[in-house]
């Protein structure tokens, strides 16, 4: 798996995956700080955002009149969160496996 997404290691939980949404945000964020997270976030983040004492900077989801259904937020959305709330999105001492969110900073395009 490690190979798969260019990394030196992959971690594999065996408890769902909201034990590891929580235990991802525990250990990126080390508990301190602000998160950009969508307002349509699933439970476990919420969760993990409680654990962690993190403050969460909400970004509305958009929402589709045709389809009925909420989108993630836009690449322009999360842009306009990041100019009003500047952080790091990773520690500078981050290991190597997360470290194409890194340039997500720089280039708003490349937003999923």
């Known amino acids: 798996m490690a190979e798969a997404v260019d990394a030196d290691k992959a971690f594999f939980s065996t408890c769902g995956s909201s034990l590891s949404v929580k235990a991802s945000i525990l ?7 602000d998160l950009l997270i969508g307002r349509d976030a699933h439970k476990s983040v ?24 909420a989108h993630p937020p836009s ?8 100019e009003r709330y ?16 890194r340039r997500y900073r720089g280039d708003p395009q490349y937003l999923p």
């Open 27 to 33: 250990a990126v964020t080390r508990g301190s700080g």
């Open 46 to 69: 919420v969760a993990g955002l409680i654990l962690s004492g993190l403050q969460p900077r909400w970004i509305t989801p958009r929402w589709d009149q045709n389809l009925h259904i």
């Open 75 to 82: 690449p322009e959305d999360v842009q306009k969160m990041w």
């Open 86 to 101: 500047p952080m790091r999105l990773l520690p500078d001492h981050q290991p190597h496996p997360l470290r194409h969110l």
